[in-house]
C-alpha cells in the first residue's frame, strides 16, 4: 500500500522550468457485457479500444519506463471500464477476438502481396495484432489493471476515479444520496483495484455543479477537472485564469481548468492535428470495402458490415478526392513533427506564462484516452514522441499531475466554479434535450426508491441484502451518460434506449418483489451474473 | 421565451456542426452513411438469438406527484412532472362542481438571489405565468435573467381560480458571465492570463499594447468563451 501523498522525484522542477504540463486521458467505456449472446456487436466497443488504445498506449509508457524517460501522466480509468478489464468472460471473448484478427490479417497478407500500397498496411496489421495479442495474453497475462496500476506504483502514471457508471452528476443534484453513492462506489472500486485510495476524479462530462465539492470531500478527494468556462466563470474571478488551481468555496477540494490552446491544437477537427491528410483514415476500413463472402467471417455472425480495424488509407484529403493508401513511415514522420509542435507551443505558452504569474503555470490538457489510437491512429506515437521530446529536448515545461503541483503550491485562491461541462454547448445540452430527457422523470424515481430501500433495510442480510444489492447495480447502470450521449447522436440509439429501460425495469421489479415479499432468487442469480459489475456493492451507499 | 417540449422543435437546438468530439468528426461522407446504417440495421434486424432476455417494459407515469426542474444551459431550464388521479380526485371533492375545464399553467417565479424555497411574495423577484397544454407532462422554459435561482409551479386554472399544485426545489440557472475579480485594480498579468485563458491571445504572441481596454474586456472574454463552447472543434 503506497501513501496517498506520493509523490514521485521526477516531478521536481529545475530551475529552468517555466512551466508544467498536466496531460490528462480519461479511459472510459460503458459497462457493456453480454454473456446471453455469443456474438453481442456492442462488445466490440472493447475489444477495440483494448486493440488500438489501452494496450498501445501500455506499451508506449512501459518502452518509456523501460529507457528511464522520465514522465508523468493523469490517466482516469473509470470503474465500468475497471470491472470490464478484469471480466473473465469479456477477457476470454477478447482473446477469441485478437485471433480472428490475426487471422484476418494473415489472409490480408496474401490477398494484397502483388500491391505493395496495401501489402505494407497488411503486414503493419498482422505486426501490431500479433503484438497486442502477446502483450496481453504474455506480458500481462490479460491483467490490464496490474499493468497501469504498477505504472501508478512506479511513479510514472497518477491514476484517478471517475463516477460509478460515468453518471452525469448535474442531473441528480437534487438528489444528494444519488450522486454520493455515484462517488463513493467509485473511490470503493478504485481502492480496491489500485491497493490505494484515489485522489482526484475525473467528473463524468466535466459535468460540475456548485457545492458537488462537498461531496467529493467527504470521498476524500483532493482535486478533480472542469472545462475553461467553469473557472472562468467562477466567483470571484481566478487570478490565474486556468493557469493554476482554485479551491472550491464549499470544502477544500481543488479544481483544475481545460487550457484551450492545447485542446484547440488536438482537438479540433479543422485546426487539429489527427486530421492531418497523411494520417490514417478511420472510416475506410476493409469490413465495409471487401466482398461480403470474403469478409462475412470477420463480420458481425447475421451478416452486417462492421469495423474490423484493417483500414487501409490515408485520409488524403477534403471531398471527394480519391483516398491514397496508407504510409506508415510518412504518418509516424508527421506524428513526430507534430509532437514537436506542441511542444514548442507549450513551451512558449509556458514562457509568457511564467513572465507574468508569480509562479510557474500549469497547462491542463486533457482528452479521452481513445483518441489515442482508436480514433487517431498515430496517437500513442505521437504521445511517446512528446514525452521523449519533452524529457530531452528542452527545460522550459516538465510534465505533472494535479497532485505533484498542489504538493508545490498548496496555497491557491478560493472561489465557487461555475456550473459546466464540456460537452457541445458547455453545460447539459447534450445530456437533456429532447432526444433523451424522458429518461430522468424514471432514473429520478428510482433513486428515490432506492434511497427509501436503503433506509428502511438498515440491516438486511441474505437473500435481501442481495435484492438491495442488485438494485443498486440497476440503478448505477441505468445512470450511466453514455446512453443519453447515444440518445443524442442517433446512431446505436436503439441499444442505448433498450439498456436504460432494462436497468430500470429490473430496478422496478425488484423494488416490487421486495414490497409484495415475493424475492425471486433465479431471477436475482441471473441479475447478479448477466450485471455483474461491482461484486463489493454495499447498497447502503445510498442511505 | 417559453417553448413546448415533445413538438417539432427542440428546445434551444442548435445547428448540429460536424467537428468535435471526435466521434463525431466529419469522416468521409460514403462510408460514414454506410457504417451509420450498417450499426443502425444491426440493432434493427435480428441479432443471434441471446439463450435469455430482460423486459424493457417500464411504466410511463407512476401514479404520484411531482415536479423537477433541471437547469440547462444559462438560458434554459426544463421542467417535468406528474399530477396522480388521487390529486385530481383531491381537488374535485375540494372543489365540487367549480372543477370544470381546468386549465393547467406554469408559473416561473424568479428568487432573489439569497431566496431558497420559499415563493412568497416578499421572496420572489418576479413569476411568469406560461400556458401549457393540459395533457403536457414536460416542458423546455427560457428563463428571463441568467445567473438566478428560480421555482416552477404547476398549478391549474380552474373558474377563473389559479390553484397551485406543486413546486420544484429551487434550480441555480449559471451566470456565463465573469464576476467580479476581488481586487477591483484587477492587476494587469490577471487580465493577460484571463484573456490567455479565454483563447483570446496566445503564449504571448499578442502583446499587452495591443490587449482590449478594460472596459472591453469583459464583454470580448464572455463573447470568446461562447463561441469558443459553440465552435465543437474545441468541445472535447
Known sequence: ?543 | MRKKIRNKGIPGKRAETETGRPSERAPDRQTEKEHQESRSASVNDNRIKPHYTFSSDIPDMYNETYICALPRNPDWLYVYWEISPATIQQLKNRLGEHYTDPQSLLRLVQLEKSGDSIPSKSRHVSADIINIATDSESWYIKVPETGRKYIVEYGQLIDKEYIPICRTKPVDIPASSLNEPTNENIPDPAVDLMLISAGLIHKGTVKRKTAPASHDRTALIVKQLNQNRMNSGLIK
Open chain 1, 1 to 543: 500500500m503506497c501513501s496517498k501523498h506520493y509523490i514521485h522525484d521526477m516531478s521536481q522542477p529545475s530551475k529552468k522550468t517555466k512551466g508544467f504540463l498536466c496531460l490528462v486521458l480519461h479511459a472510459h467505456l460503458p459497462f457493456v457485457r453480454h454473456p446471453e449472446c455469443e456474438y453481442m456487436m456492442e462488445e466490440n466497443w472493447f475489444y477495440e479500444a483494448l486493440t488500438e488504445t489501452y494496450l498501445p498506449l501500455l506499451s508506449v509508457f512501459q518502452n518509456l519506463k523501460n529507457d528511464n524517460v522520465p514522465f508523468r501522466i493523469t490517466m482516469s480509468i473509470t470503474p465500468p471500464l475497471c470491472a470490464m478489464f478484469g471480466d473473465e468472460l469479456l477477457k476470454e471473448r477478447y482473446s477469441r477476438h485478437i485471433n480472428k484478427l490475426i487471422e484476418l490479417a494473415g489472409k490480408e497478407v496474401d490477398r494484397t502481396i502483388k500491391h505493395p500500397e496495401f501489402s505494407q498496411p497488411a503486414m503493419m496489421y498482422l505486426e501490431r495484432f500479433s503484438f497486442c495479442k502477446m502483450l496481453y495474453e504474455d506480458v500481462y497475462n490479460r491483467d490490464m489493471i496490474s499493468a497501469f496500476r504498477q505504472l501508478q506504483d512506479s511513479g510514472h502514471l497518477e491514476i484517478i476515479t471517475c463516477g460509478a457508471t460515468h453518471g452525469f452528476l448535474p442531473t441528480m443534484q437534487f438528489n444528494p444520496n444519488a450522486v454520493r453513492a455515484q462517488i463513493f462506489t467509485a473511490v470503493n472500486s478504485y481502492t480496491l483495484c489500485m491497493n490505494r485510495s484515489p485522489r482526484g476524479i475525473w467528473l463524468p462530462e466535466c459535468g460540475y455543479y456548485p457545492g458537488l465539492e462537498k461531496i467529493l470531500h467527504e470521498a476524500g478527494l483532493d482535486f478533480f477537472f472542469i472545462d475553461t468556462h467553469g473557472v472562468l466563470f467562477a466567483d470571484p474571478q481566478p487570478r490565474y485564469g486556468v493557469y493554476a488551481p482554485v479551491y472550491c468555496k464549499e470544502a477544500p477540494v481543488a479544481v483544475f481548468g481545460r487550457d484551450m490552446e492545447s485542446s484547440r491544437q488536438v482537438w479540433s477537427a479543422e485546426a487539429g492535428y489527427p486530421g492531418n491528410p497523411l494520417y490514417r483514415d478511420f472510416y475506410r476500413d476493409i469490413g465495409f470495402d471487401l466482398d461480403m463472402d470474403y469478409i462475412k467471417p470477420y463480420v458481425d455472425p447475421i451478416g452486417i458490415r462492421i469495423h474490423t480495424g484493417m483500414k487501409y488509407y490515408r485520409i488524403t484529403g477534403k471531398g471527394d478526392q480519391k483516398k491514397l493508401p496508407y504510409n506508415r513511415d510518412l504518418a509516424m514522420r508527421t506524428a513526430n513533427e507534430h509532437a514537436g509542435n506542441f511542444m514548442f507551443n507549450r513551451e512558449k505558452q509556458a514562457e509568457y506564462l511564467s513572465s507574468i504569474m508569480d509562479r510557474n503555470p500549469l497547462i491542463v490538457a486533457p482528452y479521452d484516452a481513445e483518441l489515442f489510437g482508436h480514433w487517431w491512429y498515430e496517437g500513442p506515437e505521437w504521445l511517446n514522441y512528446l514525452i521523449r521530446k519533452i524529457a530531452f529536448e528542452q527545460d522550459a515545461i516538465h510534465l505533472m499531475t494535479p497532485s505533484d503541483y498542489l504538493y508545490l503550491y498548496p496555497k491557491n485562491q478560493v472561489c465557487e466554479p461555475s456550473f459546466s461541462s464540456w460537452g457541445e454547448g458547455g453545460y447539459s445540452d447534450v445530456w437533456l434535450r429532447e432526444d433523451n430527457d424522458w429518461i430522468y422523470r424514471h432514473l429520478h424515481r428510482i433513486e428515490e426508491r432506492m434511497v427509501e430501500y436503503a433506509t428502511k433495510y438498515e440491516n438486511a442480510d441474505g437473500l435481501l441484502r442481495r435484492t438491495l444489492n442488485q438494485m443498486a447495480r440497476e440503478l448505477l447502470l441505468a445512470q450511466s451518460s453514455d446512453w443519453a450521449f447515444i440518445m443524442k447522436t442517433g446512431t446505436m440509439v436503439q441499444y442505448a434506449v433498450r439498456r436504460t429501460k432494462e436497468h430500470i425495469a429490473n430496478f422496478l421489479r425488484l423494488y416490487d418483489d421486495i414490497k409484495f415479499s415475493r424475492i425471486d432468487e433465479n431471477f436475482i442469480n441471473l441479475l447478479e451474473s448477466h450485471n455483474n459489475i461491482f461484486p463489493e456493492m454495499d447498497y447502503h451507499v445510498f442511505r
